[in-house]
């Protein structure tokens, strides 16, 4: 196993309680990191990331009793799916209340204290929609695209203190979310093969992620073996979106 140099150190992971947050969580615990997971429902402290106040107080928390945060990884989402024209004012604001809100309250209450100790890496977990457009996607697709570029913007602006800000988009992943896409025993055929009627390619690698693939490139970019990359969206799709 390579070592990634980030034994000792504190990350925080939204979303820990399953799917791409707990493979990121145990990756990050596997290398040595202490882990604090936050989850609305199965986490190490339970705080749902669109609450300012309770991110802010979690926040506060974990670095006075566990130690200085060194690694956040945003994983934390929500899928409301739909066409345009159906979406409720509900479904809009709580996608992105969870989407691009808990992102920004959440790197915002951790950048604040890497930026002073001159040092910390932080990653979102967006999505390969953020880049494409999608049918029956478009509250999810704008609120990944909006977190994409405001993790971007902060790393421009966490950069002087050395602290490094990236976005790891997945494709279809083997989760709880994408499985409940799937209407029959035939949803990962289809999702691998495409679909011309919804515009939408197969998956060249002609496969469906596994969480831990996700968890791979987020262990790197949190690591000192990405000290010299910022402000980068490394898509992990199979190369499903052909990098549009």
Not at 104 to 133: C, D, L
Request: glycine fraction near 10%.
């Amino acid at each position: 196993m390579a070592d990634h140099g980030i034994a000792g150190r504190v990350a925080l992971v939204t979303g820990a309680g399953r799917g791409i947050g707990a493979a990121v969580a145990d990756a990050l615990a596997d290398e040595g990191v202490k882990v604090v997971g936050l989850d609305v429902l199965d986490g190490d402290l339970v705080v749902d990331v669109s609450d300012v106040d309770a991110v802010e107080d979690a926040v506060a928390h974990v670095e006075g009793s566990v130690g200085p945060i060194d690694i956040l990884v945003n994983v934390a989402g929500v899928l409301r799916t739909g066409r345009i024209l159906d979406v409720t004012d509900d479904d809009w604001r709580t996608t992105f209340a969870v989407n691009t809100d808990g992102v920004f309250h959440v790197s915002r209450a951790v950048a604040r204290r890497m930026a002073p100790r001159r040092r910390g890496a932080i990653v979102t977990v967006g999505s390969n929609a953020s880049g494409v457009p999608r049918t029956d996607m478009g509250a999810y697709a704008a609120s990944k695209a909006a977190t994409t570029m405001f993790t971007r913007c902060l790393g421009l602006e966490l950069a002087e203190f050395g602290v490094r800000c990236n976005v790891v988009s997945p494709g279809s992943t083997d989760t709880d979310m994408q499985r409940a896409l799937w209407t029959d025993d035939e949803g990962p055929r289809r999702v691998i093969a495409g679909d011309p009627s919804t515009y939408r390619v197969g998956i060249p690698l002609r496969r469906i992620a596994d969480p831990a693939d996700v968890a791979d490139a987020v262990l790197f970019l949190a690591s000192d073996r990405a000290r010299h990359i910022t402000m980068q969206n490394l898509f992990v799709d199979g190369g499903a979106t052909l990098r549009a």
